[in-house]
């Protein structure tokens, strides 16, 4: 490996140590326990359980497609992309199915906090996103440079924050339709 990707990849492992360490303050702030880890009942877990599983397979069918481009020769992303590609389809099963499912909210957890904080990093990475098309660095010779992982990132935390606003207005409608029926 060069100077160049030796340092690249400090780069990366820094970064990721910083986001683990926002994420225990994030974790912190959106619990109204204030505790790191959140709590969910028996029936949540159990949701969870299923939307981790199909969230696996989905991560996997996604390695099958990005081996077989590579295999193919046919580059559309950086190696990084690629990668978090692969995480990022099974976190989008993994979260659609336990936010459809009532699995996705602790029962320790402030609602309006995490729609709030998916919103924001949402943004932010968004941010990023239009920074590298406006400075000519999102497609670098032809292929999605390693901020497209910023694109996903930003997809997957605004999807998240959306559809967890749409889940709780359906939940409240819901809920006056079936209190104006009692």
Same mark, same amino acid.
């Given at each position: 490996?060069?100077?160049?990707?030796?340092?690249? !990849?400090? =780069?990366?492992?820094?970064?990721?140590?910083? #986001?683990?360490?926002?994420?225990?303050?994030?974790?912190?702030?959106?619990? @109204?326990?204030?505790?790191?880890?959140?709590?969910?009942?028996? @029936?949540? +877990?159990?949701? @969870?359980?299923?939307?981790?599983?199909?969230?696996?397979?989905?991560?996997?069918?996604? $390695?099958?497609?990005?081996?077989?481009?590579?295999? $193919?020769?046919? +580059?559309?992303?950086?190696?990084?992309?690629?990668?978090?590609?692969?995480? *990022?389809?099974?976190?989008? =099963?993994? &979260?659609?199915?336990?936010?459809?499912?009532? $699995?996705?909210?602790?029962?320790?957890?402030?609602?309006?906090?995490?729609? &709030?904080?998916?919103? &924001? !990093? #949402?943004?932010?990475?968004? *941010?990023?996103?239009?920074?590298?098309?406006?400075?000519?660095?999102?497609?670098?010779?032809?292929?999605?440079?390693?901020?497209?992982?910023?694109? /996903?990132?930003?997809?997957?935390? /605004?999807? $998240?924050?959306? /559809?967890?606003?749409?889940?709780?207005?359906?939940? @409240?409608?819901? #809920?006056?339709? %079936?209190?104006? %029926?009692?």
């Amino acid at each position: 490996m060069d100077k160049l990707g030796i340092f690249k !990849a400090s =780069v990366i492992a820094f970064g990721i140590i910083v #986001g683990l360490i926002i994420c225990i303050f994030l974790f912190r702030y959106m619990n @109204r326990d204030k505790k790191v880890i959140t709590k969910y009942d028996e @029936r949540q +877990e159990m949701a @969870r359980g299923k939307a981790y599983k199909y969230g696996f397979w989905a991560s996997m069918i996604a $390695a099958a497609v990005v081996m077989t481009l590579d295999i $193919a020769g046919i +580059e559309v992303a950086s190696s990084f992309t690629k990668y978090f590609f692969i995480m *990022f389809v099974g976190i989008l =099963v993994q &979260v659609t199915i336990s936010i459809l499912n009532d $699995a996705y909210y602790g029962i320790n957890t402030n609602k309006k906090r995490l729609i &709030v904080i998916c919103i &924001v !990093a #949402g943004i932010i990475n968004l *941010f990023s996103v239009v920074a590298n098309i406006l400075g000519g660095m999102f497609i670098v010779d032809g292929i999605v440079s390693d901020s497209g992982a910023n694109a /996903l990132c930003c997809i997957l935390m /605004l999807y $998240a924050g959306i /559809l967890l606003i749409i889940k709780d207005m359906k939940d @409240r409608n819901s #809920g006056s339709l %079936e209190e104006s %029926e009692d």
